[in-house]
């Protein structure tokens, strides 16, 4: 991972030469929980101008880091962000909780996230999501690998929300995904035991073949909407 980082930070210097002023990596790759096979490398990068020359220049850099595996870079110039900062409160207090400047000043630490919005951004996002799982299993095939994939691509956004629910409600943002996990389970009394195998497949720690998928795929989506529900309702009495 460090290779790669070093050689994009290079690349992105000989591109955008002065108009890049500072580079952020962020989520997973961060944080203990980062899994080669799985996790992305989030990487933001700030500009002073943002327009198509500024934007042209770069896709060599970006097309170079796709073919790679990983996400095209965000790219903003600060006031953009800060603008930004009520509709995209939930990625960017995960940003600032957890990120690594990779190249110019830490921004992030003296930068202010709306709150405000954030739970408005969470009810939204977490109805999206689960009507998504919804509409994803209801349209893929009866079979145990794509009933597995729905699971493995969704766990992780559904982790995110899950972590994001609790510090909505007024709880510590849990530091890992089964954390999150357990306290909605505590919360809910909703069955975290679909969530924990997935979990466990992503990491190593269990074989596909020692699951029933289809029990799982059901637990799991049950978990899903119970949390859904409840942390809806409990966020309206607050």
């Not at 957890?98 to 969470?122: C, K, N, S, T, Y």
């Not at 994803?136 to 079979?143: C, G, S, V, Y």
């Not at 073949?209 to 966020?235: C, W």
């Amino acid at each position: 991972m460090e290779e790669k980082l070093k050689e994009l930070i290079e690349r992105l210097e000989t591109a955008a030469v002065s108009n890049l002023k500072t580079v952020v990596l962020y989520g997973s790759a961060v944080t203990p929980e980062f899994v080669a096979q799985h996790s992305d490398l989030n990487v933001l990068c700030l500009v002073e101008r943002a327009g198509a020359p500024e934007l042209e220049a770069l896709h060599g850099v970006a097309d170079w880091w796709m073919r790679a595996g990983n996400p095209a870079p965000l790219v903003f110039t600060l006031d953009e962000l800060h603008r930004s900062a009520d509709v995209f409160a939930i990625e960017l207090l995960d940003m600032k909780m957890h990120h690594r400047i990779l190249l110019g000043e830490d921004f992030l630490a003296a930068f202010e996230v709306p709150m405000a919005f954030h739970r408005l951004q969470l009810e939204r996002e977490l109805r999206t999501v689960w009507l998504r799982l919804r509409q994803t299993i209801l349209a893929a095939p009866q079979k145990r690998k794509d009933h597995l994939g729905i699971m493995l691509a969704s766990v992780s956004t559904f982790c995110a929300l899950f972590r994001h629910a609790l510090f909505a409600l007024g709880q510590p943002m849990p530091e890992t995904k089964r954390q999150a996990v357990d306290a909605l389970a505590s919360l809910t009394g909703a069955d975290p035991s679909a969530f924990h195998a997935i979990l466990e497949l992503r990491e190593g720690k269990r074989k596909e073949s020692q699951m029933d998928v289809e029990a799982t795929l059901h637990t799991y989506h049950e978990f899903v909407e119970i949390v859904t529900n409840e942390v809806d309702r409990r966020l309206e009495a607050h």
